[in-house]
């Protein structure tokens, strides 16, 4: 099985915008929920964004609720994260996860996705 593979990451200045990219072909189909993480050194891997794939029904993090916009095209089989309004804080490796467990609790519930992507690093300047 391949794993999802993020692109898009960068360098920008606070208040820029990026827009990731998350080819997850053979997961969207099959997953409950697509999400988006991120994680710096020293800290848990936390939940940025969420899709429910059968819905569409997106869940955010109060961090960046307003700011970033979950989507998937399930023609391209590509996940995507629309983050605008950046901030220094937002520095972080990010990456793309799919769950296909039914059961797992909520959608940010890190332990329950089952296929990773490796990250891609992205980094806000103030």
């Known amino acids: 099985q391949v794993q999802p593979v993020e692109s898009g990451g960068g360098s920008v200045q606070a208040g820029g915008s990026l827009r990731l990219s998350c080819a997850a072909s053979?997961?969207?189909?099959?997953?409950?929920?697509m999400g988006w993480f991120r994680q710096v050194p020293g800290k848990e891997r936390e939940g940025v964004a969420g899709i429910l794939t059968a819905d569409g029904s997106t869940y955010y993090a109060d961090s960046v609720k307003g700011r970033f916009t979950i989507s998937q095209d399930n023609a391209k089989n590509t996940l995507y994260l629309q983050m605008n309004s950046l901030k220094p804080d937002d520095t972080a490796v990010y990456y793309c996860a799919a769950r296909t467990k039914l059961y797992g609790g909520d959608w940010d519930n890190r332990l329950s996705y089952n296929y990773w992507g490796q990250g891609t690093q992205v980094t806000v300047s103030s």
């Open positions: 053979g997961y969207t189909a099959r997953s409950y929920y």
